[in-house]
């Protein structure tokens, strides 16, 4: 399904993956991932971040993320089950970001996924499993707003133009208590 936004290139697949292949994923994903709270530079000041995140692989691919770099982990078996997956469909992802949502008070402010080193008009794709969490964008220029539930086992692509003109947000659902694993497939120039 496209997804209806100005200057920019959006598609969801909502069971990318079936329940039982996305169960088995997230399970998979808890154990083998190397975990970890991380840090965000904001407002003058360090802050552990409202969330779990992993960084996973080519050899040694460095992410400067948030004024810190990162060292990419190697494929886990299942990262690289859900890549060649990826790669039927024609796609050619480096590496990883995979965020950990431990329940609903964990949440993602707004951002574009543009640093230069993912070069001009990237190909993010968003992977979502375990609990259902609303996805937010606003447009840079017009603030015009879209939002979309994200849900189990599905796919978002975003590509063309749509880091340049909209962010994206993932606001946080206190009265959810279930945990939620996103990843975002990119590519990364180095
Ligand atoms: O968890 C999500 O769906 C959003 C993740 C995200 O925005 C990112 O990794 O840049």
Same mark, same amino acid.
């Given at each position: 399904?496209?997804?209806?936004?100005?200057?920019?290139?959006?598609?969801?697949?909502? =069971?990318?993956? %079936?329940?039982?292949?996305?169960?088995?994923?997230?399970?998979?994903?808890?154990?083998?991932?190397?975990?970890?709270?991380?840090?965000?530079?904001?407002?003058?000041?360090?802050?552990?971040?409202?969330?779990?995140?992993?960084?996973?692989?080519?050899?040694?691919?460095?992410?400067?993320? %948030?004024?810190?770099?990162?060292?990419?982990?190697?494929? %886990?078996?299942?990262?690289?089950?859900?890549?060649?997956?990826?790669?039927?469909?024609?796609?050619?992802?480096?590496?990883?970001?995979?965020?950990?949502?431990?329940?609903? %008070?964990?949440?993602?402010?707004?951002?574009?996924?543009?640093?230069?080193?993912?070069?001009?008009?990237?190909?993010?794709?968003?992977?979502?499993?375990?609990?259902?969490?609303?996805?937010?964008?606003?447009?840079?220029?017009?603030?015009?707003?879209?939002?979309?539930?994200? =849900?189990?086992?599905?796919?978002?692509?975003?590509?063309?133009?749509?880091?340049?003109?909209?962010?994206?947000?993932?606001?946080?659902?206190?009265?959810?208590?279930?945990?939620?694993?996103?990843?975002?497939?990119?590519?990364?120039?180095?």
């Amino acid at each position: 399904m496209k997804i209806p936004l100005n200057d920019a290139e959006v598609e969801y697949i909502s =069971e990318f993956f %079936s329940k039982n292949e996305a169960d088995r994923i997230q399970s998979a994903l808890l154990e083998e991932l190397s975990w970890h709270q991380g840090d965000v530079y904001v407002f003058g000041r360090w802050h552990k971040t409202p969330r779990l995140q992993a960084w996973h692989g080519e050899k040694e691919l460095v992410y400067r993320y %948030s004024g810190k770099s990162l060292t990419a982990e190697p494929w %886990s078996p299942t990262l690289n089950e859900i890549r060649n997956r990826l790669m039927e469909y024609g796609f050619k992802p480096n590496a990883v970001l995979a965020n950990q949502y431990r329940n609903g %008070s964990d949440k993602m402010g707004w951002h574009s996924d543009d640093e230069p080193e993912l070069g001009v008009n990237p190909i993010i794709l968003s992977l979502s499993f375990g609990a259902q969490r609303d996805f937010d964008f606003r447009h840079k220029k017009t603030k015009e707003t879209y939002r979309i539930p994200l =849900e189990h086992g599905s796919l978002l692509i975003m590509k063309g133009s749509t880091q340049r003109f909209w962010q994206h947000q993932l606001p946080a659902r206190k009265r959810e208590n279930a945990t939620r694993i996103n990843l975002t497939f990119r590519s990364i120039f180095s």
